[in-house]
């Protein structure tokens, strides 16, 4: 009987091929000294050092027998002795995520040209007596070739003027930091001039990610402590053309605030979140597409928070804006998102506290173009929809072009159905073709409680299974791709 142990030595490294991960990999040699001795020579063992931080220096001293080999390293509060087998082989690292408490000992660790590093993370915990660092050997001054993502996570913004390195691979770049109104930048962790700074350093960036607040707990009976408006300043003329050029630009918080917002070319963008205090009027109408059918998303994210995407229906644009719930669902921003876009929605998607609020804006316009009109389900559907008070007092929701009405229950609970009485109620506020219109159930079914004479005559009735993106499955219904055999 032939069994794994009868493989010759070059295949016996092939046993660990299906293994997720280098853990996976050592746990698995220890069958015997033949297996652990084959899997040095997996290709996995070297590139991946997820080791005790006592370990990276043996390994990298076993290492020297692989001259060519390009590893992947990440480290936990390194020691010195760590940090320096990191420095020494830098030039051998393909990917490097590093934390620790000094981020002025991981920037000085990282002094030396990276000719084979592709990624790098800098996580620091660093958040008394913050200092810059004018790192202007930093990765031997930008010689890493490869380098296309950057992740800086607490450390104070390591390029003190520019000039100091440039990296024209970098694609991607990402700066978080949660003590933001402490650093030496006249009291900021980042420079009024970080946008010029950041299109000299990256002048290829495709994806810039800035989120930068203040993490002080609120004071009991007054609530979090005021944080001043950041002073951004307006950038040069060929920043403005590098932001321009950015396909995704994210900004959180206190440093995108309408002063650095207001220097940004948001319409040129392909991909723009704004998040938080960014979100004033100015920015929320430069976040909207001028031209083309528009794709809206009205929804809840996580429990406190809401969430309006705006897109083109081509798909070459969208627009994320996280607001408080208050905002996101008040009459005064929806009154304003349905004031611009009305005429040119095509689909919208709407969560409970929304529909409340549309009801109370729908004298704006007609919402003349729009085909489908997604309803999300939450636990409390028909009593947060407010289907319950008198139909006289609700506007009217004109859609003349309605084709799809979707009723989609999130998160999906299986056996989930409600009254057909309270889905009519809640149509009331809608003015449309029903003989045209498809009604769709994904996760909730209907009790029929009325006799057929009260019930609105749909063009068909289908169940939709739960699986899959929302966007896509309208998009059947409306193009009449989705089976027929599914149909109630």
């Known amino acids: 009987m032939v069994t794994i142990d009868d493989l010759p030595n070059e295949l016996m490294p092939r046993v660990f091929d299906d293994c997720k991960d280098v853990r996976e990999l050592v746990s698995r040699s220890h069958v015997s000294k033949r297996w652990r001795e084959a899997s040095y020579e997996h290709p996995m063992y070297w ?31 390194p020691h010195q002795p760590a940090l320096d087998a990191i420095s020494e082989n830098l030039h051998r690292i393909a990917k490097l995520e590093l934390h620790g408490k000094d981020e002025g000992v991981l920037l000085w660790t990282l002094s030396h040209p990276a000719p084979a590093l592709e990624s790098l993370e800098l996580w620091t915990t660093a958040n008394e007596r913050r200092r810059a660092h004018t790192p202007r050997n930093f990765l031997g001054g930008g010689d890493a070739p490869r380098l296309t993502s950057l992740k800086l996570m607490e450390v104070i913004f390591p390029f003190a003027e520019i000039g100091s390195a440039c990296f024209p691979s970098v694609r ?55 944080v001043p408006e950041f002073p951004a300043d307006a950038p040069s003329e060929a920043t403005g053309a590098f ?32 998040s938080r205090r960014a979100i004033e009027q100015p920015a929320f109408l430069a976040c909207i597409p001028k031209e083309g059918q528009l794709r809206i998303s009205i929804d809840i994210f996580g429990d406190t928070d809401g969430i309006i995407t705006i897109s083109s229906a081509e798909g070459n644009t969208e627009r994320t804006l996280l607001l408080d719930h208050e905002n996101c669902y008040g009459q005064r921003d929806l009154t304003l998102l349905v004031a611009h876009t009305s005429w040119r929605i095509v689909t919208l998607s ?31 559907y028909w009593y947060a929809y407010g289907v319950q008070n008198d139909p006289d007092e609700r506007s009217a929701l004109v859609m003349p072009s309605l084709r799809v009405v979707l009723l989609d229950r999130v998160p999906v609970l299986e056996g989930y159905s409600e009254k057909r009485s309270l889905l009519e109620s809640s149509l009331a506020s809608i003015e449309f073709e029903s003989q045209f219109v498809t009604l769709a159930l994904r996760g909730v079914s209907l009790e029929e409680d009325l006799e057929e004479a009260y019930r609105t005559t749909f063009r068909r009735e289908v169940v939709c299974p739960t699986g899959g993106d929302w966007l896509d499955l309208v998009m059947k219904l409306e193009t009449e791709e989705f089976s027929e055999s599914q149909e109630s």
Do not use: M
């Open 350 to 380: 709407i969560s409970d506290i929304a529909w409340n609020g549309l009801l109370a804006v729908a004298h704006v316009g007609a919402f003349t173009t729009l085909k489908t009109l997604r309803i999300i389900v939450p636990d409390d």
């Open 243 to 274: 932001l321009a050029r950015l396909r995704e630009l994210k900004l959180c918080d206190s440093v995108a605030s309408w002063s650095t917002v207001q220097h940004i070319p948001l319409p040129k963008i392909q991909n723009v979140t704004l």
């Open 172 to 226: 991607s770049v990402e700066i978080k930091h949660s003590d933001v109104t402490e650093g030496p930048y006249g009291g900021w962790a980042v420079p009024a001039d970080a946008l010029d700074r950041l299109a000299a350093i990256f002048p290829y960036l495709e994806s810039l990610h800035l989120e930068l607040c203040e993490s002080d707990v609120e004071v009991a009976g007054l609530g979090p402590p005021p």
């Open 47 to 77: 590139r991946d050092v997820q080791f005790l931080r006592a370990d990276i220096p043996l390994f990298f001293k076993r290492l020297n027998h692989r001259p060519l080999q390009t590893v992947n390293v990440a480290c936990v509060h």
